[in-house]
């Protein structure tokens, strides 16, 4: 079973990923959907599309960080590899088994060590701050879930302001400071949104 890291790098991926979830959401529905849908069925129906692409977005990123990754467990009981260290042993080719000399313990082809959990990980991608834990064997589908969730939210909100921009915003107030408001969320919502985009398709595509 994984166990939660305390790397400060990781827990404030963590922190600053939610913060820009919750945040989307908040301007998507309050900004986006209120001001131009809120008398339909349509802005009801985008709320509840959306909402449901972030708790998907929740859980995917919630099973991605607390679950197993494929950690190499310790053997039972202690063995010694002073010959391999050393030189004397016997070599081990690359599609065997090998030793790793941090863990002193044996890994299956494509395990690599990762310096941040201080275990061996089977089929390690990479370590991922923003998951605060490695991506590999049996995470890895989590983890490209959550590219995939990250990724139809990006493209969500994009869309939701272009929708709410090119309709009558028959609610909004005519007072300079809502419009202002208005503007600034926009413009915040659409920075998050391509950021975030261009960022998850570039490592769906090499998770891929």
Same mark, same amino acid.
């Given at each position: 079973? &994984?166990?939660?890291?305390?790397?400060?790098? *990781?827990?404030?991926?963590? =922190?600053?990923?939610?913060?820009?979830?919750? /945040? &989307?959401?908040?301007?998507?529905?309050? #900004?986006?959907? =209120?001001?131009?849908?809120?008398?339909?069925?349509?802005?009801?129906?985008?709320?509840?599309?959306?909402?449901?692409?972030?708790?998907?977005?929740?859980?995917?990123?919630?099973?991605?960080?607390?679950?197993?990754?494929?950690?190499?467990?310790?053997?039972?009981?202690?063995?010694?590899?002073?010959?391999?260290?050393?030189?004397?042993? @016997?070599?081990?080719?690359?599609?065997? #088994?090998?030793?790793?000399?941090?863990?002193?313990?044996?890994?299956?082809?494509?395990?690599?060590?990762?310096?941040?959990?201080?275990?061996?990980?089977?089929?390690?991608?990479?370590?991922?701050?923003?998951?605060?834990?490695?991506?590999?064997?049996?995470?890895?589908? /989590?983890?490209?879930?959550?590219?995939?969730? +990250? *990724?139809? &939210?990006?493209? /969500?909100?994009? =869309?939701?302001?272009?929708?709410? #921009?090119? @309709?009558?915003?028959?609610?909004?107030?005519?007072?300079? +400071?809502?419009?202002?408001?208005?503007?600034?969320?926009?413009?915040?919502?659409?920075?998050?949104?391509?950021?975030? *985009?261009?960022?998850?398709? &570039? =490592?769906?595509?090499?998770?891929?």
């Amino acid at each position: 079973m &994984a166990v939660f890291r305390l790397d400060p790098c *990781g827990i404030i991926c963590i =922190i600053l990923t939610y913060l820009a979830v919750f /945040y &989307a959401d908040y301007a998507v529905v309050e #900004w986006m959907v =209120i001001p131009t849908m809120s008398t339909s069925l349509w802005g009801a129906f985008n709320v509840v599309c959306f909402n449901t692409i972030v708790f998907l977005l929740i859980m995917a990123h919630l099973r991605a960080v607390f679950s197993d990754p494929g950690i190499v467990p310790f053997p039972d009981n202690n063995l010694d590899f002073s010959d391999m260290h050393s030189g004397v042993g @016997s070599p081990v080719h690359k599609e065997d #088994w090998t030793v790793c000399s941090r863990c002193e313990t044996y890994r299956p082809p494509r395990a690599h060590h990762c310096r941040i959990c201080r275990r061996c990980i089977r089929r390690m991608d990479h370590h991922c701050p923003w998951i605060n834990n490695c991506v590999g064997e049996l995470n890895q589908k /989590y983890f490209i879930q959550f590219l995939v969730f +990250v *990724g139809l &939210a990006s493209l /969500y909100s994009v =869309i939701m302001v272009i929708i709410s #921009w090119a @309709s009558d915003c028959v609610d909004c107030k005519n007072e300079m +400071v809502f419009k202002q408001h208005r503007v600034i969320h926009t413009v915040l919502l659409l920075i998050e949104s391509l950021l975030f *985009g261009i960022f998850v398709i &570039a =490592i769906m595509c090499d998770q891929v």
